[in-house]
């Protein structure tokens, strides 16, 4: 077996923190991920097929060609981690550490903890966070700008809208 190590280095310019669902990816996030689908998905087989939401994959790619590191923080159950991680390869999106929670945990908590412990790791690199109106990324988002100890790292905060969801104002002129 072999697998892709990441390291936090001075090269690298900018970190991007990704969200997957209805992020890069057309998800129904609440239907998707209920344990008796999961289950139900992985005794099937190829069950999870997923489609990446047009031009993301290329606006990606001209991020990590910008010296960023692209991180993915999904509330993705790690149990469907063989078919989220060839959806990335397939979908030609930049490769980067995938953070997926377990089962059980709740998606608020689980994003919230997992973003904070990446950003403690982050100097002088700035801070790009991308997310999508399905869910609570930008309450998530907002919340990380409020901590005392990141909120100053985060440069801009990017929310794709999921049609159907309502539109958000922005509270900061780095949230768009």
Not at 64 to 73: D, G, L, T
Request: with cysteine.
């Amino acid at each position: 077996l072999s697998a892709p190590v990441f390291f936090m280095n001075e090269k690298i310019d900018a970190v991007i923190i990704s969200d997957i669902d209805d992020t890069i990816k057309n998800s129904n996030v609440a239907k998707n991920t209920t344990f008796s689908s999961i289950m139900s998905g992985l005794f099937k087989g190829h069950y999870y097929q997923y489609e990446a939401i047009e031009g993301m994959a290329e606006f990606y790619q001209s991020l990590a060609n910008k010296n960023s590191m692209i991180i993915y923080v999904t509330s993705t159950p790690f149990e469907l981690a063989p078919f989220l991680l060839k959806f990335l390869r397939d979908s030609k999106f930049p490769e980067g550490p995938v953070f997926m929670r377990w089962l059980g945990y709740g998606r608020f908590g689980h994003k919230w903890r997992t973003i904070n412990r990446i950003l403690s790791q982050v100097k002088e690199q700035k801070c790009i966070l991308i997310g999508d109106s399905g869910e609570q990324d930008l309450q998530i988002y907002r919340r990380i700008c409020e901590t005392a100890n990141y909120g100053d790292k985060v440069e801009k905060i990017l929310i794709r809208h999921v049609p159907g969801t309502p539109i958000q104002k922005a509270v900061h002129s780095r949230e768009n």
